[in-house]
C-alpha cells in the first residue's frame, strides 16, 4: 500500500500549538511534509519606494521560522526551507516527494489570495488539491450568526452579535510526534543581506526589545497575565498592553490560545482588553474578505477620496521622519522608525494627524506602516487607516488631532522627552 504523504505550507502560521494544518495532516497522512517559502515578493520595493518588509520584521520573521524550525525537530520532524516563488516550488516539492495534497491557511488580502491561487492552479495541473483552512481569526467563519456577505459594517454590531450568538472553539491539540519523509537538505534560513536588508540598530530608547518564535509567545503571554494581575492589585493602574501582536501577526501564537489564557485567568471575559484585541482582528479580516481591495483606494468605500493638501511630498517626508515640530508626533515617529513598534493610542494619533491636519493621502501613511511595523498585517494595518481617514467601515468623520489627547497620554512629558532626545545626550549625560 502506498504512504499518503501531505505537504504543509506554513506561512503566517509559525507554531505547532493550536495548528489545525498541522494536527490534521499527522491524522489523515502517514507522513508530514512542513514548507516554509521565503518569497522574494515581500522584500521587494514598492512602486511606492517603500520596501514592503522592513529589516526589523524580517528579523522577527527569521527567528520564529528557526524557532518553528527548533520546534519541529522537537516532535522527530523537519522544517524544509526554500527560497522562492511557491507556484513554482510547492508543485516541484510534491512531485520530488510524491505529495497526495498539500494543506495551508487560507489569507484574506488580495496580494495574499493570489499567491494562494497561482499555487492552487499549478497543483491543479498536477491533480493535486490545496485544501484551505481557517485558522487566523478567534472566531471560525463557520461560526459566526451572519455569512461574510451580510457581515455588519459597524464595528459595535458585530462585537454584539458575535459576542451573544457565536462561540470561540477550543484549541486544537499538538501532536505528539511528526513523520517526515527522508530530507537530504533541509536548506538553510537566509539572512537579511541575502533578502536585500541590513541589520537593525538597536536604540538605547527602546523599552522593550521583541524576538521572534513560539517559544516567546507563550512566555509573553505567561508574562502578561502575571503583570496584569499584579495591576489590578494597585488601585489607579491602567491596562497594561498586552504586546502580543507581534506573534499574533506572524502565527507563533493563535487568537484561540490567547482567548482561552484569558478565560483561565478572569471572569468577564466579553470585555477583557485582549478580548476586545483580538475581536477588531477578527473583523478587519472579516471585512477584508467582504470588500477585498477597496481598503487599498483612496476613497475606500466612498465615492471621492479625502481632500489634499499641495505639497504631499513635503508634509508626509516631516511626518515619516518625525520632524513635524509637533512633539508627541515626532516623538512617536522616532519610536516607530527606530523599534518598529508604537502604541495602539499613538498610532491612532499619528494617523489622525497625517490624514486630517496635514491632508496627506491616507494610503502613504499605510504603506510606510507596512514597511515599518513589526506587527504588520494587511487587513489590521489597512483597515484601521481608512477607518481614521473616514473611508472605510464605521468611519468617523469628526476624527481630528486633538494636542490634548497627546497630553493624555503622556502627562508628564517624559515619552517625549525620551524621544526626541539623541544618541549623542545620552552618551554626554554618562560621560
Given at each position: 500500500m502506498?504512504e499518503?504523504t501531505?505537504?504543509?505550507?506554513f506561512r503566517?502560521?509559525l507554531?505547532?500549538?493550536d495548528?489545525?494544518?498541522l494536527?490534521?495532516?499527522t491524522?489523515?497522512a502517514?507522513?508530514v511534509?512542513p514548507?516554509?517559502?521565503f518569497d522574494s515578493?515581500?522584500f521587494?520595493?514598492?512602486?511606492?519606494?517603500n520596501?514592503k518588509?522592513?529589516?526589523?520584521?524580517?528579523?522577527?520573521?527569521?527567528?520564529?521560522?528557526?524557532?518553528?524550525r527548533?520546534?519541529l525537530?522537537?516532535?522527530?520532524s523537519?522544517?524544509l526551507?526554500?527560497?522562492?516563488?511557491?507556484?513554482?516550488l510547492?508543485?516541484?516539492?510534491?512531485n520530488q516527494?510524491?505529495i497526495?495534497?498539500?494543506?495551508?491557511?487560507r489569507?484574506?488580502?488580495?496580494?495574499?489570495?493570489a499567491?494562494?491561487?497561482?499555487?492552487?492552479?499549478a497543483?491543479?495541473k498536477m491533480?493535486?488539491?490545496?485544501?484551505?483552512?481557517?485558522?487566523?481569526?478567534?472566531?471560525h467563519k463557520?461560526?459566526l450568526?451572519?455569512p461574510?456577505?451580510?457581515?455588519?459594517?459597524?464595528?459595535?454590531?458585530?462585537?454584539?452579535k458575535?459576542?451573544?450568538d457565536s462561540?470561540?472553539?477550543?484549541?486544537v491539540?499538538?501532536p505528539?510526534?511528526?513523520?517526515t519523509p527522508d530530507?537530504?537538505e533541509?536548506?538553510?534560513?537566509?539572512?537579511l543581506e541575502q533578502?536585500?536588508?541590513?541589520?537593525?540598530?538597536?536604540?538605547?530608547?527602546?523599552?522593550?526589545?521583541?524576538?521572534g518564535?513560539e517559544?516567546?509567545?507563550?512566555k509573553?503571554l505567561?508574562?502578561?497575565?502575571?503583570e496584569?494581575m499584579q495591576n489590578k492589585q494597585v488601585?489607579?493602574?491602567r491596562?497594561?498592553?498586552s504586546?502580543l501582536s507581534p506573534w499574533?501577526?506572524f502565527?507563533?501564537?493563535?487568537?484561540?490560545?490567547?482567548?482561552?489564557?484569558?478565560?483561565?485567568?478572569?471572569m468577564?471575559?466579553?470585555n477583557?482588553?485582549?478580548?476586545?484585541?483580538?475581536?477588531?482582528r477578527?473583523?478587519f479580516?472579516f471585512m477584508?474578505?467582504k470588500?477585498?481591495?477597496?481598503?487599498f483606494?483612496?476613497?475606500?468605500?466612498?465615492?471621492?477620496?479625502p481632500?489634499l493638501a499641495?505639497?504631499?511630498d513635503?508634509?508626509f517626508d516631516r511626518?515619516?521622519?518625525?520632524?513635524?515640530?509637533?512633539?508627541?508626533?515626532?516623538?512617536s515617529?522616532h519610536?516607530?522608525?527606530?523599534?518598529?513598534y508604537?502604541?495602539?493610542?499613538?498610532r491612532?494619533?499619528v494617523?489622525?494627524?497625517?490624514?486630517?491636519?496635514?491632508?496627506?493621502d491616507?494610503?502613504?501613511?499605510?504603506?510606510?506602516f507596512?514597511?515599518?511595523?513589526?506587527?504588520?498585517?494587511?487587513?489590521?494595518n489597512w483597515?484601521?487607516?481608512?477607518y481614521?481617514?473616514?473611508v472605510g467601515n464605521?468611519?468617523r468623520?469628526?476624527?481630528?488631532?486633538?494636542?490634548k489627547s497627546?497630553a493624555?497620554?503622556?502627562?508628564?512629558?517624559e515619552?517625549v522627552?525620551?524621544?526626541?532626545?539623541?544618541?549623542?545626550?545620552k552618551l554626554?549625560?554618562?560621560?
Open positions: 502506498t499518503k501531505i505537504l504543509v505550507w503566517n502560521d507554531r505547532v500549538h495548528n489545525e494544518i494536527l490534521e495532516a491524522r489523515k502517514d507522513k511534509l514548507v516554509y517559502c515578493h515581500y521587494e520595493t514598492t512602486t511606492a519606494g520596501l518588509t522592513g529589516n526589523i520584521r524580517a528579523r522577527f520573521l527569521l527567528e520564529s521560522v528557526a524557532d518553528l527548533r520546534n525537530r522537537a516532535l522527530g523537519e522544517l526551507i526554500v527560497h522562492g516563488n511557491p507556484a513554482e510547492l508543485p516541484q516539492l510534491a516527494y510524491q497526495s495534497e498539500v494543506y495551508h491557511h489569507e484574506v488580502a488580495f496580494e495574499e489570495t499567491i494562494s491561487e497561482q499555487v492552487e492552479a497543483l491543479w491533480k493535486l488539491n490545496l485544501k484551505h483552512f481557517i485558522g487566523h481569526t478567534l472566531y463557520e461560526d450568526p451572519f461574510i456577505k451580510d457581515i455588519p459594517d459597524s464595528f459595535n454590531t458585530f462585537k454584539k458575535v459576542e451573544r462561540d470561540v472553539r477550543p484549541v491539540q499538538t505528539d510526534q511528526i513523520h530530507i537530504t533541509p536548506g538553510e534560513l537566509p539572512t533578502l536585500g536588508l541590513t541589520e537593525p540598530v538597536e536604540d538605547w530608547r527602546a523599552q522593550y526589545h521583541f524576538t518564535g517559544a516567546v509567545a507563550l509573553q505567561e508574562q502578561y497575565f502575571i496584569h488601585k489607579g493602574i491596562h497594561q498592553s504586546r499574533l501577526a502565527g507563533c501564537v493563535s487568537p484561540r490560545q490567547v482567548y482561552w489564557e484569558v478565560v483561565k485567568h478572569e468577564a471575559v466579553n477583557h482588553p485582549l478580548t476586545l484585541e483580538l475581536l477588531w477578527d473583523y479580516r477584508f474578505k470588500h477585498s481591495s477597496k481598503f483606494s483612496p476613497a475606500g468605500f466612498k465615492d471621492t477620496a481632500d499641495d505639497n504631499q513635503e508634509l511626518w515619516k521622519t518625525g520632524t513635524t515640530s509637533v512633539p508627541f508626533i515626532d516623538a515617529m519610536e516607530l522608525n527606530a523599534t518598529g508604537i502604541a495602539n493610542a499613538n491612532q494619533v494617523s489622525t494627524y497625517l490624514v486630517k491636519q496635514l491632508k496627506v491616507w494610503t502613504r501613511g499605510a504603506q510606510w507596512e514597511e515599518k511595523l513589526i506587527d504588520y498585517s494587511p487587513a489590521s483597515g484601521n487607516w481608512a481614521i481617514a473616514g464605521d468611519p468623520e469628526n476624527r481630528y488631532f486633538n494636542p497627546a493624555e497620554l503622556d502627562p508628564k512629558g515619552y522627552k525620551l524621544w526626541l532626545q539623541e544618541k549623542s545626550s554626554a549625560a554618562s560621560a
